[in-house]
């Protein structure tokens, strides 16, 4: 008898690599595609701005949004045009949905953000603000001990 067959019999409720084969199943399933892992969008920092780099091919440039939102959001999406696409396959329009929000970081010109869409490759760049902010001086408030032994008493 196979050891497989024989576990199941012994144990007919739990089986010792059950959740593997869970977890098999789960990076097997087709939400994990590779199609789908392929959106993926790739983030790199200058002296000069925040580039973000997005793979999205098989979209037109009509169909994607680069907004800004609550002025701190940097959202990517493709919006589809379903009457172009009306005769697509639903597995070519699941593939062509694609949205990444990023939390945008201080120091940011939001006016300033551009977009460029070539190749399947969507560019989008956030250039810093490149304002420096001088040293203050601050005042302290109190009594100088050394100043006040100083002075002769009366």
Do not use: C
Request: glycine content about 4%; charged content about 30%.
């Amino acid at each position: 008898m196979d050891y497989s067959m024989e576990a199941e019999e012994v144990h007919a409720g739990f089986h010792p690599w059950q959740w593997q084969w869970r977890l098999f199943a789960l990076l097997s399933s087709r939400t994990l595609s590779p199609r789908r892992q392929a959106n993926h969008v790739r983030w790199e920092e200058t002296a000069a701005a925040h580039l973000f780099s997005a793979n999205i091919p098989g979209v037109r440039k009509e169909e994607i949004r680069v907004e800004v939102e609550d002025a701190r959001y940097l959202v990517i999406r493709t919006e589809l045009d379903l009457d172009a696409d009306a005769d697509a396959w639903e597995e070519d329009r699941t593939r062509r949905r694609f949205e990444r929000k990023f939390r945008l970081p201080g120091m940011v010109d939001a006016d300033g953000i551009s977009a460029e869409y070539t190749h399947g490759v969507l560019t989008v760049t956030v250039p810093r603000m490149h304002t420096r902010l001088r040293p203050a001086a601050v005042g302290l408030i109190g009594a100088n001990p050394a100043r006040d032994s100083a002075a002769p008493a009366a």
